[in-house]
């Protein structure tokens, strides 16, 4: 898989969080049909998560959290949440993400 990371206004990638949404978002590897043959034809699964801290909330700060995922012949996938932490986000895409990729391989199988 491979990773592209944008920032918006106030947040940054440490490298602690980009490992946490490597590590998050590789989990879902496994619901990916014939990924590794996808591989071996250097046609890659990338992954593209942005962050924006810009977003206000009687609670606080909220993170604005977006992920698409494009997997070559099998489509793109792409899930958008809010969250109070950068690993809140990172846990919400992957369990919004999930389920699409689960419904895909159900009806392409």
Do not use: W
Not at 98 to 108: C, Y
Request: proline fraction near 2%; hydrophobic fraction near 30%.
């Amino acid at each position: 898989m491979l990773f592209h990371f944008q920032s918006g206004a106030g947040t940054t990638f440490k490298d602690d969080h980009r490992s946490y949404f490597e590590d998050r978002f590789r989990t879902l590897k496994k619901f990916m049909e014939n990924y590794e043959q996808n591989r071996a034809l250097n046609d890659t699964v990338e992954v593209r998560v942005s962050l924006n801290r810009n977003l206000h909330h009687k609670k606080g700060d909220l993170i604005q959290g977006k992920a698409t995922i494009f997997y070559p012949g099998h489509g793109r996938f792409h899930a958008e949440t809010k969250g109070s932490t950068l690993k809140a986000c990172a846990d919400d895409l992957v369990d919004k993400l999930k389920p699409q990729i689960q419904k895909f391989k159900a009806h392409h199988a």
